[in-house]
């Protein structure tokens, strides 16, 4: 089975300095790797995903993820936030075969003026 | 193309009643399922459902279900209410079951037991 840790509940940070959200898995088998952004009121969107090829993703807002085999790690990044990058960040799991999904506690970044 | 659609957005109910959820997932997708969040629980997997049958279901009670019909909308039901079902109701639609792409997800509905 898959579990996904992610250490920061609150990440508070000001606008335009860089931000790391950290995401480290456990599992037995090879996995796919997401991250999913949940602004207020909304449900989750697709932020970016690693299924093979480049251990580094990058979404079309700014945001990478590089995925790191060794360490177990997906963290995400983004050289310089927004006051609009404000929200919920969730790191999830997925098996060789897409299946069961497990997403992890959720990271609230807070973009500050 | 039109998105995951969740009904009714919002709803208050009292304890021991029940409760019926709809989603309806983006045309074409087949496979539907549905998460519970909550502050302090995160999102935990509920069930999935491909072409009628649930394929998968996660660590909940039997007051928990689901079904799924043939256009491929989903309803989710919950007998007698506990106050610890507050929460909001997460319905996610892709292409297939355990695909390697994503979930699309609704906004979700916000069930509030008093």
């Known amino acids: 089975a898959q579990s996904v840790t992610q250490l920061d509940s609150q990440v508070p940070v000001f606008e335009e300095a860089p931000v790391e959200l950290r995401c480290n898995y456990s599992?037995?088998?090879?996995?796919?790797l997401f991250w999913y952004v949940q602004y207020p009121n909304q449900g989750l969107q697709l932020l970016l995903k690693y299924l093979s090829g480049s251990t580094l993703v990058e979404s079309i807002n700014g945001f990478e993820a590089e995925f790191n085999k060794s360490q177990t790690s997906f963290h995400l990044r983004k050289p310089s936030v927004h006051i609009s990058d404000t929200a919920e960040y969730f790191c999830a799991v997925s098996d060789w075969q897409g299946q069961n999904f497990v997403f992890g506690p959720g990271t609230r970044l807070s973009v500050l003026p | 193309k039109a998105g995951v659609t969740q009904t009714p957005r919002y709803l208050i109910k009292t304890r021991g009643q029940q409760v019926t959820l709809s989603c309806s997932p983006i045309?074409?997708?087949?496979?539907v399922s549905w998460y519970q969040q909550t502050p302090g629980q995160g999102l935990q997997f509920l069930f999935e459902y491909f072409s009628e049958t649930q394929r998968n279901k996660g660590n909940f009670p039997g007051r928990f279900s689901g079904r799924q019909f043939s256009n491929s909308r989903s309803e989710m039901n919950v007998s007698t209410l506990e106050l610890g079902d507050s929460a909001l109701y997460l319905c996610a639609s892709s292409l297939m079951s355990g695909n390697t792409g994503e979930l699309f997800f609704g906004e979700g509905s916000r069930l509030t037991v008093l």
């Open positions: 599992s037995s088998v090879s996995v796919y």
């Open positions: 045309s074409g997708h087949r496979s």
